[in-house]
Nanobody, 115 residues
Framework: QVQLVESGGGLVQAGGSLRLSCAAR????????MGWYRQAPGKQRELVAA???????IYAESVKGRFIISRDNAGNTVYLQMNSLKPEDTAVYYC?????????WGQGTQVTVSS
């Protein structure tokens, strides 16, 4: 079992920055993919950014050039640095980890960007 603990959400003005953290605990061996998703009210959950255990990254088009996903050397914590935030980035952000066919999710952290 894997537990994901997120932190770093909050309220920020447009143009500001926030950094989200996701700490993986428990049976973290063989996690091969971690990512951040978000869900805005009335919308489907969408992938924001992801990083593989090899260090490859992918980003949603809407956040390219503004968000950066990274992880610590141990691979236990994943970060999402969010810059130049826009009101449309407002959502609940979820951390996810994948190990084989199993997926694990954090509880979500609210990010609100005011105009």
């Amino acid at each position: 079992q894997v537990q994901l603990v997120e932190s770093g959400g909050g309220l920020v003005q447009a143009g500001g920055s926030l950094r989200l953290s996701c700490a993986a605990r428990g049976s973290i061996f063989s996690i091969n993919f971690m990512g951040w998703y978000r869900q805005a009210p009335g919308k489907q959950r969408e992938l924001v950014a992801a990083i593989t255990n090899g260090g490859s990254t992918i980003y949603a088009e809407s956040v390219k050039g503004r968000f950066i996903i990274s992880r610590d050397n141990a691979g236990n914590t994943v970060y999402l640095q969010m810059n130049s935030l826009k009101p449309e980035d407002t959502a609940v952000y979820y951390c996810a980890a994948y190990r084989g066919s199993s997926s694990y999710w954090g509880q979500g952290t609210q990010v609100t960007v005011s105009s």
